[in-house]
């Protein structure tokens, strides 16, 4: 009878859509139908800002690029640096990883990073080990000497350009969709109460983003959240 009165989360779409379905199929009556969304639609529904569609950051993010770097490459060939950078940006964001500036000093000894970086959780180690790969190699023996070469030029304004983004967006009140979550816990105490209005139950999550992590200890502090893990 209080279904209408939860938020059920699900790790994606599909599943909310089956539940949908087989809870229609196990009632006898109408009733008001619950909330059902994705985690991702949970975090926005905590916040005012909007996830900005991937062609719209692509375009920013390359005029921040030619802001910083008046030699870049044409767009056509920034795309597929662009798409990398943005999913680095956005998994950096998800993993709540502190002292970004850090992350993205031009340290090319693993050993170095691996004390630079000592701060990390084994999670955010693995979240963020493709960054370091490319170092693994010298220019000299990398199978793509100028891709490598341009890989290095382009680590050196990874930090200038992720601040940047991250503040081009804010000020027309958009994200990417890390960008949103680690909005949401950052400046959780400002959220309104009545977004709070009702129970979330989250179902069938195992593995966790820290930020995902995060938001549902929170809720429950809150007596907001029951869990249901399969």
């Not at 009733?31 to 692509?58: H, K, V, W, Y």
């Not at 969709?177 to 009545?194: K, S, T």
Request: with cysteine; proline share 4%; charged share 25%.
């Amino acid at each position: 009878d209080k279904l209408s009165e939860y938020t059920f989360v699900f790790p994606n779409r599909r599943a909310g859509l089956f539940f949908r379905k087989y809870l229609g199929q196990a009632l006898d009556r109408p009733i008001f139908s619950p909330e059902i969304m994705t985690i991702n639609e949970c975090f926005g529904s905590l916040s005012d800002l909007r996830i900005a569609d991937q062609l719209s950051l692509l375009m920013r993010l390359y005029a921040l690029y030619r802001d910083l770097r008046p030699e870049a490459e044409p767009i056509e060939q920034f795309l597929h640096w662009g798409k990398m950078m943005l999913a680095d940006f956005s998994e950096i964001d998800n993993h709540l990883v502190p002292h970004v500036e850090a992350l993205f000093a031009s340290v090319q000894d693993l050993h170095a990073i691996d004390e630079r970086f000592a701060y990390l959780t084994d999670n955010q180690r693995r979240a963020l080990s493709r960054f370091w790969l490319e170092f693994q190699t010298s220019n000299d023996h990398h199978p793509n000497a100028e891709l490598h070469e341009r890989f290095l030029h382009t680590w050196d304004v990874l930090y200038p350009l992720y601040m940047a983004l991250r503040t081009n967006l804010l000020q027309d009140g958009l994200a990417y969709e890390g960008m949103l979550h680690r909005e949401v816990l950052e400046h959780w105490d400002a959220i309104p109460a009545e977004r709070f209005s009702k129970q979330y139950v989250f179902l069938g999550f195992n593995a966790l983003t820290a930020s995902e992590r995060e938001l549902m200890l929170r809720l429950q502090a809150m007596d907001r959240a029951d869990f249901y893990f399969d």
